[in-house]
Structures are given as C-alpha cells and as structure tokens.
C-alpha cells in the first residue's frame, strides 16, 4: 500500500471514530436525560395521580386484613370459653402487620417526596429548557467518563457536579461549568491530535472498541426504556385510563373499608356476649 493510500485510509478510519464516538456522547446524553430527568417526572407524577391511590387502597386492605385477623383470634379464644382479651389480640396483631406498618411508611415518604419535588420545582421556561439541554449536552461530550477514559480526576468531579445541576434543573450552575470547562476533556484538540498520529491498525482497534461500546450503551438504554418507571408515562399520558384507574382504586378501596366495618361489627358483638 503506498504512502497516499495508507493516508486515505486513515484518514477515512479516523473520521469513522471521530463519528463513533459522538455517537456515544449522543446516546450518554439520552440514557442522562431519561434518568436524570425525564424518570424523576415519570415517578413524580405517578405517585401524585395513581400512587397516591394504591397506597390508599393498602391501607384498606389491610385495616380489612387486621379485622378480620382480630375477630379470628377473639373467635378461637370464645370457642375455648374463654373471654377475648382485648389488649392481647392487639399485641398479637401489632407483631403480625409490623411489616405492612413499614410498608405503608414507606409509601407515604415516597408520596410526600413526590409532593415536595412538585411543589419546590419551579418550571423552566421554553427557551431555559432548551438552554439546560444544549447546556448538558456540550458537557456530556467534553466530561463524560465513557467518553474521556483515564482522565483525571477533575474532570470526573467536573462531570457529577454537571449531571447534579441537569438533574436539578439548575440552569445557573450548568452555564458556570460550561465556561469553566472549556478546552477540557474531549473538548481538548489534543484528543483529536492523537488520534491523528494513530496508525491504520490503531484506529481500527479504536473503532471496534467505540462501536463495541455504542451497541453495550443502546442496549442500556433500550431496556431503561422497556421497562418501568420509564414504561409508565404510556399509561399517564392515556387520560382516559388514568381516570378509569383512579375510579376503579377509589371503588376497591371503599369495599376493603365495608369488609372492615363488617368484621369489626361481628367483632363487637362476639365481645359483648363474653362479657355478659
């Protein structure tokens, strides 16, 4: 192969890497943008709109399960003649529901989380959103760590420090890292640089592992997207089956309560006998 051909060739090697790798940034920019941001909306307005409702629902059934529980265990003592102790069965049921109490505990911490990131956010507007992400973009492609392997360690702190300020919106800090990082990371021309030394065979092993790296990186993604909290945004942009849900929770949740009502009436009047 003569000297202007083995040029051509890497020069054509080398624009195939160049390419490869932005491409690697744009899917590390998807993957963040799913996680950091477009996820914590997907929960947050699912626990607002629908988990709000299941939660409600729990409790139900299990005041239901507890009545139920506790009218048994006054049951079996009347069959033994003898006199259902109140706060006996109350010690027993407190031992037997003490998972589902944390259960319910953390629900509630979950929903009040949710509550709190609804009311403390405040709304980008149109043109700031477009900013934040042309903003975390430029970042993704100078500091992430699968675009910069063995860079020092300032760039990784550069880089969380980013992913921190995208994830809260914070717009201020994202522009400060923006000027502060520039001509660091990939965003140096010195990367390119090396990689116009490289050889032929160099920039080969470099595109296989770029374009190795890219189908592990779309394969992430694809499957963050397939299942949930991702998954969900189908169902909470359907307003129909939104409503249906919230109606359908709402209606098994007031049955579990006449179940409760029902068992605890039965257990009134089975403690009421024993005591006469």
């Known amino acids: 192969m003569d000297e202007k051909t083995d040029v051509v060739e ?27 941001q477009q996820i914590p909306q997907i929960v947050t307005e699912w626990e607002c709109t629908i988990g709000v409702y299941q939660t409600d629902l729990l409790k139900a059934q299990i005041a239901a399960r507890r009545a139920r529980r506790r009218l048994e265990l006054a049951q079996a003592r009347a069959n033994r003649g003898d006199t259902p102790d109140a706060t006996a069965i109350e010690q027993v049921l407190d031992r037997e529901f003490e998972s589902w109490r944390h259960e319910i505990e953390e629900r509630t911490k979950k929903y009040l989380a949710a509550v709190e990131k609804r009311q403390g956010s405040r709304v980008l507007t149109a043109t700031e959103g477009r900013e934040l992400q042309r903003l975390h973009r ?5 500091l992430h760590p699968d675009v910069n392997p063995g860079e020092q360690d300032t760039c990784l702190r550069l880089f969380r420090a980013a992913q921190n300020a995208y994830k809260a919106g914070d717009l201020a800090t994202l522009r400060s890292l923006e000027v502060a990082t520039r001509g660091m990371g990939a965003d140096a021309e010195s990367k390119r640089d090396e990689l116009a030394r490289a050889t032929a065979d160099e920039l080969e092993i470099e595109l296989a592992t770029t374009q190795a790296q890219l189908k592990v990186l779309r394969d992430r993604l694809r499957e963050i997207k397939s299942r949930e909290p991702y998954a969900l945004r189908t169902y909470l942009a359907d307003t129909d089956w939104v409503l249906d849900t919230v109606a359908g929770l709402k209606r098994e949740a007031e049955e579990q309560r006449s179940a409760q009502q029902a068992y605890d009436a039965r257990y009134e009047a089975l403690c009421g006998k024993g005591e006469k």
């Open 10 to 36: 890497r020069e054509g090697l080398l624009e195939q890497v160049m390419t490869a790798r932005a491409d690697v940034a744009e899917v590390l920019l998807e993957t963040d943008d799913v996680t950091l």
């Open 138 to 142: 430029e970042l993704i492609k100078r």
